[in-house]
């Protein structure tokens, strides 16, 4: 039996393509959520199919005690598109292996252990991903002893706590998903970034489900302008294959043993993540991310239901004003599926970035639908 951990949709697919999945009935469903945000360029869209079949015909694992060259055509690869030119890279299998990983480099780059992190933070399940993430019903007293500081977005004391020079690293995601799409905001980023450099703490952005063409950018903290010491990667990353890894600030210096995986930067996953890149890149997926993003959100914005909308890109938040589950229920009912947050009252939209103006118009009309019949019906109630 399978140890019982996870709250389900009643859906079994067998079959994916482009913005589609199909059920065992064959049923068809338009994925607005994309796996947690995880299918960036589309489900088994053909170049990455392609590329993973060529590569796994060959060879498809070796330990990183050999050379691998397609580790430094993707790192190559991910210097030109992204914009980070001079970091180096560091793979490893998971969004919480990026972070954890980070975390262990901002403390041995400045020898200090104190991590600030923020209140609605998710950075993983991981032992120190896990104390610096802001769900206490997750931790377990294992995860509770490291030093660790909880700071609300956008509050302006967090600065001078960093100016006192004893923290590792900071830590922020570049827009919040699992707190419900919320976002630090340009003139917070562009303060913690300075408190950081002027005490030599190491800013590590969480780019996990905000990064790969997600917001518009390539990162989403691209948006305010900086760059990071460390920029942590995953979700998007593999279309569906896992992989992580870390764009690391060349001040921060490698040595032989300080980090290490087994399964990290392999074959497979080298190859998947390059064809994503090549993806995002061929396709304008970025722009396209952009573009509907804005649209959704326009075409939302006048709808009586909905308090807010937040986010940017193909990451959105609906806020609404009530709990929203009744809604995602109806959208799954009408064979759409969306995504939940820990703030009940939030639907989240993640897309893949190839989502055109035919899933918008079916997302769309279904959801102005729902709501109104639900207004109807609260209505008539009273």
Not at 115 to 129: Q, Y
Not at 348 to 371: A, C, K, T, Y
Request: proline share 3%; charged share 20%.
């Amino acid at each position: 039996m399978l140890f019982d951990v996870y709250s389900k949709f009643d859906l079994t697919p067998e079959k994916a393509s482009g913005c589609y999945l199909w059920d065992k009935n064959g049923t068809k469903y338009l994925d607005c959520y994309g796996g947690h945000g995880v299918i960036s360029i589309g489900h088994n869209h053909p170049v990455w199919q392609a590329a993973i079949i060529d590569q796994i015909s060959k060879i498809s694992f070796y330990s990183n005690a050999v050379k691998i060259p397609c580790q430094e055509e993707l790192a190559d690869k991910l210097a030109k598109v992204s914009g980070y030119s001079d970091h180096n890279l560091f793979l490893v299998n998971s969004g919480a292996e990026a972070n954890e990983n980070a975390l262990k480099l901002a403390s041995f780059h400045t020898g200090r252990s104190k991590v600030i992190a923020f209140n609605g933070g998710f950075h993983g399940r991981t032992s120190g991903t896990m104390a610096i993430s802001d769900y206490p019903k997750m931790k377990s007293p294992f995860n509770t002893p490291h030093d660790v500081q909880f700071f609300k977005l956008g509050d302006e004391s967090v600065f001078e706590e960093i100016k006192k020079a004893q923290t590792a690293g900071v830590i922020i995601e570049g827009i919040q998903g699992i707190a419900g799409v919320e976002d630090p905001g340009v003139e917070f980023l562009l303060k913690l970034h300075d408190s950081c450099y002027e005490s030599g703490t190491a800013f590590i952005l969480d780019e996990v489900q905000s990064g790969f063409g997600r917001t518009g950018d390539f990162f989403a903290h691209q948006h305010a302008g900086i760059e990071a010491d460390i920029i942590t990667m995953a979700k998007g990353m593999g279309n569906g294959f896992p992989v992580g890894g870390l764009l690391i600030h060349p001040d921060i210096k490698a040595k032989k043993g300080l980090l290490g995986t087994t399964f990290g930067g392999s074959y497979l996953a080298c190859k998947a993540t390059i064809a994503v890149l090549d993806i995002l890149e061929k396709e304008s997926l970025c722009k396209n991310s952009k573009i509907q993003g804005e649209k959704i959100i326009n075409q939302l914005a006048g709808l009586p239901a909905i308090n807010k909308l937040k986010g940017r890109g193909l990451m959105i938040g609906l806020e609404f004003s009530k709990d929203s589950s009744s809604i995602r229920k109806k959208l799954l009912e009408a064979n759409i599926i969306t995504g939940s947050s820990s703030n009940p009252q939030i639907l989240r939209i993640l897309p893949p970035l190839i989502f055109g103006d035919q899933e918008r118009h079916m997302f769309i009309e279904n959801i102005i639908s729902i709501v109104n019949k639900e207004n109807e019906a609260v209505s008539v109630s009273k």
